[in-house]
């Protein structure tokens, strides 16, 4: 089940999915007004999650062009904070999320969250892991022959 070294190798050289965690005042209307934003300025949303509680919201958010994502929040005013998923795609469906779970508790890989993407890439659903180590993480599944995915892979 193992792949080669110069498999990981080349995982390593595909920088990672960034992420965006943006942080709204919970109220009507404030998610509408985020997506309005990215999208006046051309940027998709591929992935998103909120996670609301009393007084706030938490949305994060995978998009097809970071930089001019991280530029536009910026001139907004707008609190985000950026990390990395690694993005993997689930060619066998529930069978396929099975497996990347057993490879990633084998490895002892701490996940704090998962949750899947809007685009479909080859067909195929997609799922963002956010853990405390996503480049070990990645080269995990990467030798247990998982197909990860770059930024570049959902990125116009």
Do not use: W
């Not at 050289?13 to 992420?19: A, D, E, G, M, T």
């Not at 709204?24 to 934003?37: D, F, M, Q, V, W």
């Not at 998009?63 to 950026?82: F, K, M």
């Amino acid at each position: 089940m193992g792949g080669s070294g110069s498999e990981v190798a080349q995982a390593r050289q595909s920088p990672l999915v960034r992420q965006f965690s943006v942080f709204l005042e919970n109220k009507i209307g404030a998610l509408l007004e985020l997506t309005r934003l990215l999208g006046q300025h051309n940027i998709h949303i591929c992935g998103i999650s909120v996670v609301d509680t009393a007084d706030s919201a938490v949305v994060r958010l995978v998009v097809d062009d970071p930089a001019r994502c991280h530029e536009v929040l910026t001139e907004a005013g707008i609190a985000a904070a950026e990390s990395q998923v690694v993005v993997v795609e689930l060619s066998q469906g529930v069978e396929k999320l099975g497996e990347i779970l057993r490879l990633l508790v084998t490895a002892e890989v701490n996940l704090q969250y998962v949750y899947s993407l809007m685009i479909r890439p080859r067909d195929h659903a997609l799922l963002a892991i956010h853990c405390e180590d996503p480049e070990y993480a990645r080269d995990v599944l990467v030798r247990g022959r998982v197909t990860v995915l770059s930024q570049q892979d959902i990125s116009r």
